[in-house]
T-cell receptor, first 111, second 116 residues
């Protein structure tokens, strides 16, 4: 089966850097996604990793290690608007290519 | 503009009633999905369809039904058999995964169903 683990919640200070970790176990790994979701809204796509290494996109970066079943999302220069839930999702080709989501990490950014 | 439209945004239902949530996309995406989200939890897959006239059960299909008669449309019916239907429902779509795209999900704005 699949198992995706993320911390339930994190708190960070405006202007700081925060790293949200995600570990996964899946039989047919075919990509890892990070989504941002503000309360009551739809998730929005942040990043995609399928090969090992770091993908950078502005203030957000995402890292993947397939051998360790591990990813992290790095948010730099935190802003109050970054307070949201961050969802880690893994695509499994043994499951028809569908995405399996973790429970999400609720990030609170404090002044 | 292209996108995914869900309706209604808010819906109230009495126990014992069936209700249908609409999902329409004009992105020309092949695959469509329905997820359920409960407070403080991640997304759980209800049903998905990768091609017209075909769909598969997800992890929590009991008490739900779908149809995929057109590429653009993937309605979800929450039946009276669903024991705890109050939740936030999200529809999503994606292109088939290929070298030229990541196959990420595009989401609608969601429908919040409350059973009274």
């Amino acid at each position: 089966g699949q198992n995706i683990d993320q911390p339930t919640e994190m708190t960070a200070t405006e202007g700081a850097i925060v790293q949200i970790n995600c570990t996964y176990q899946t039989s047919g790994f075919n990509g890892l996604f990070w989504y941002q979701q503000h309360a009551g809204e739809a998730p929005t796509f942040l990043s995609y990793n399928v090969l090992d290494g770091l993908e950078e996109k502005g203030r957000f970066s995402s890292f993947l290690s397939r051998s360790k079943g591990y990813s992290y999302l790095l948010l730099k220069e935190l802003q109050m608007k970054d307070s949201a839930s961050y969802l880690c999702a893994v695509r499994d080709y043994n499951q028809g290519g569908k995405l399996i989501f973790g429970q999400g990490t609720e990030l609170s950014v404090k002044p | 503009d292209g996108g995914i439209t869900q309706s209604p945004k808010y819906l109230f239902r009495k126990e014992g009633q069936n209700v249908t949530l609409s999902c329409e996309q004009n992105l020309n995406h092949d695959a469509m999905y329905w997820y359920r989200q409960d407070p403080g939890q991640g997304l759980r897959l209800i049903y998905y369809s990768q091609i017209v006239n075909d769909f598969q059960k997800g992890d929590i299909a009991e008490g739900y039904s779908v149809s995929r008669e057109k590429k653009e449309s993937f309605p979800l019916t929450v039946t009276s058999a669903q024991k705890n239907p109050t939740a936030f429902y999200l529809c999503a779509s994606t292109l088939r995964v290929a070298l030229s795209n990541t196959g990420e999900l595009f989401f609608g704005e969601g429908s919040r169903l409350t059973v009274l």
